[in-house]
């Protein structure tokens, strides 16, 4: 099967809202090879499929913070506030759009949600195991206990790294920069 789309390009449009994994009704569309217009015609022909943890509208508050993310249309702005659709309602959407494009980014865009759920799932499970370990090495650590302390508060520092501030540059930056 020829591949359509990377599954890092994919993962990369995943957006994390309200603390849901979704994908924009626009980069959705630009994946099926259709217009948002004609995405949401589909939809709102079907909207009975798409309750509200499978499809949402972002608020004011959400589209500004993700408006550098987005296109806006050609008149200068959006309309509406973009819709969102949920890994439900992405799945939702390969029962309304029937094309053989559709059905291939589909089953892409699904194998994608997969390996995050998978990755999250790893990434709990260690650190429960990593804390469960520190917990019963508090009370009584010799230098060997150190080392092993200190090699997982590593561990815990690479899943979890701490926020970087973002510091303001300026000038500009030469071609040698």
């Known amino acids: 099967m020829k591949v359509l789309v990377t599954h890092d390009f994919i993962a990369d449009k995943i957006l994390i809202i309200r603390g849901k994994k979704v994908m924009m009704v626009s980069i959705l569309a630009e994946l099926y090879g259709v ?26 508050d959400e589209y500004n913070n993700l408006k550098s993310q987005i296109v806006t249309s050609s008149w200068g702005g959006i309309r509406k506030l973009p819709v969102v659709f949920t890994e439900q309602g992405v799945a939702m959407l390969s029962s309304v759009l029937s094309s053989k494009r559709a059905v291939q980014v589909n089953i892409q865009i699904m194998r994608v949600f997969a390996k995050l759920r998978e990755i999250l799932s790893t990434h709990k499970e ?9 917990r019963r090495y508090g009370h009584r650590i010799n230098e060997h206990d150190q080392k092993i302390a200190y090699i997982f508060k590593l561990i815990n520092e690479l899943l979890d790294p701490p926020e970087k501030k973002k510091s303001k540059k300026y000038g500009f930056i030469t071609g040698g920069q």
């Open 35 to 60: 217009k948002v217009k004609v995405l949401t015609q589909a939809v709102k022909r079907n909207i009975e499929r798409f309750p509200e943890d499978f499809m949402f509208r972002l608020s004011k």
């Open 126 to 134: 260690l650190q429960a195991k990593i804390d469960k370990v520190l």
